[in-house]
């Protein structure tokens, strides 16, 4: 997990295309549905994901971003960085003049289950909650540390009626375990699965499995979708991380794995929720509830919609 984002060359103008509309984009389309409001957490500039996340998210008009916030990581990333991080990918690599608020979250993970992290990240993000309702929630996606949603939680625990919580972590179902997200703050994320907020899981095995790309693949994928695009796949070829699998050195673009979700390009299954063992393993012994988990993703149609998108982006 290395900060690769600051090698790659700035890029600023995507050309016009026509655009292929995703299911959800069909159905806003049609007036069945308003574009779904999204707040994003994330330790950008982690790896190479978070930024795909970012663009993603920004470009898909099923989407209304209502902020960003940058949150730390093991790796030293503060919640400064990661902010900042997300402004280079919105404001100098796809050339968004206007964009939501992008602000720093926690530095660190939180000190104790009942101690939240208070910052002006978890401030905007219990206010923007208040327009919302258990029948119309706020998603919130989180693509990093869950420091940030869990101190929102500890600050106004009622907040769980107002959101529902998309996010990438665990290595897989039925284990558990976890490498990054949730070994980042394992007391925030026991926050959030306790507190009952409606929660949606996309996890590491599933990302491997659907999300990855070699190089090669990256590159065809995104040559010909403008500066942006070819940013990404000039990032994805200079990161160092790969992983063998049957004779191809893939690696996976984790974080979208959420963006898939939310688009509806997986599908999912319902389970008890289980807690979180002190080694991150799931003890199944004392269910807490319910939480939707991620067991397939589209990515024949979940890739072209985002190159269309990528194409027919216009800065604004
Ligand atoms: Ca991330």
Redesign the pocket.
């Known amino acids: 997990m290395r900060i690769s984002s600051a090698l790659c060359m700035a890029s600023v103008l995507a050309p016009a295309a026509a655009q292929e509309g995703s299911p959800l984009s069909r159905e806003i389309v049609a007036g069945v549905r308003e574009p779904l409001p999204v707040v994003l957490s994330?330790?950008c500039g982690?790896?190479i994901?978070?930024q795909w996340a970012v663009i993603y998210l920004t470009i898909s008009p099923e989407v209304r971003m209502l902020g960003y916030i940058g949150n730390h990581a093991a790796n030293g990333l503060s919640g400064a960085k990661a902010r900042d991080t997300v402004l280079d990918a919105l404001e100098n690599r796809l050339g968004a003049r206007e964009h939501a608020p992008v602000l720093a979250g926690a530095d660190g993970p939180i000190a104790a289950f009942d101690e939240p992290n208070d910052n002006e990240a978890v401030r905007f993000l219990v206010e923007q909650s208040r327009a919302f309702t258990p029948q119309n929630r706020l998603n919130v996606l989180v693509?990093?540390s869950h420091t940030d949603v869990a101190s929102a939680i500890l600050i106004d625990p009622s907040i769980t009626q107002r959101i529902r919580v998309v996010m990438?972590g665990f290595d897989d179902w039925p284990g558990g375990g976890d490498p990054w997200?949730v070994k980042n703050d394992p007391a925030a994320a026991r926050v959030v699965f306790a507190s009952g907020v409606p929660l949606v899981v996309g996890c590491g095995e599933v990302a491997k499995r659907h999300l990855s790309f070699t190089t090669e693949e990256a590159e065809a994928l995104l040559r010909d979708t403008g500066p942006t695009g070819r940013w990404l796949a000039e990032c994805f070829a200079q990161f160092g991380g790969r992983f063998e699998v049957a004779g191809r050195r893939i690696w996976p673009i984790w974080?979208v794995i959420t963006v898939a979700y939310l688009l509806g390009y997986t599908r999912d299954a319902v389970h008890h929720r289980p807690r979180i063992e002190d080694g991150l393993g799931f003890d199944h012994s004392a269910p807490q509830g319910q939480l939707t988990w991620v067991e397939w993703v589209d990515e024949g149609h979940l890739w072209p919609d985002f190159a269309a998108k990528l194409r027919a982006w216009s800065p604004r």
Do not use: C, H, Q
């Open positions: 994330t330790d982690t790896e994901d978070d693509i990093g990438m997200n974080d």
